[in-house]
């Protein structure tokens, strides 16, 4: 993988920030023609840098107003892999990280209500080793920021 350079961190900021921009349109933000811009993404593709393209949707729009993270204790030790797999497949989760401390994992959730979010916690708690899980439901969001 080539080393990204000054331009090629501000194409990066420019899709994080823009993502339906035309390489034209990047372009003239980057100093740089359409081409250039398009041969440089390709590049930051085909190494990696660049992992994929997405739609980000409101939870809102879906009536999911529901939010909490969720510390999960699994019984003995079990395989970051393992983990994933036992989620993935589950909606309401839309992130899961291993962590340090006493919990193994923790997973952010979102649902419709309180009913939605204790039928997926019992989902959750059935899909792998779980010894136990701590709820902590969010009231308010105070700071929310798009990650690089």
């Not at 204790?118 to 902590?136: F, N, T, V």
């Amino acid at each position: 993988m080539e080393r990204l350079d000054e331009t090629d961190e501000r194409i990066l900021a420019e899709l994080a920030e823009h993502a339906r921009a035309t390489y034209a349109e990047i372009g003239q933000r980057v100093s740089l023609s359409a081409p250039a811009v398009k041969r440089r993404v390709d590049r930051m593709i085909a190494d990696g840098v660049i992992r994929g393209f997405t739609t980000v949707v409101d939870p809102n729009a879906l009536g999911w107003r529901t939010e909490a993270y969720v510390q999960v204790f699994c019984h003995g030790t079990i395989a970051p892999a393992e983990l994933r797999a036992a989620w993935v497949s589950i909606p309401e989760v839309v992130s899961a990280a291993t962590v340090t401390g006493t919990a193994d994992a923790i997973l952010h959730v979102l649902a419709r209500d309180m009913r939605h979010l204790e039928e997926a916690l019992e989902r959750i708690r059935a899909s792998a080793d779980i010894e136990r899980s701590e709820s902590i439901v969010v009231l308010s969001r105070l700071i929310e920021r798009a990650r690089p």
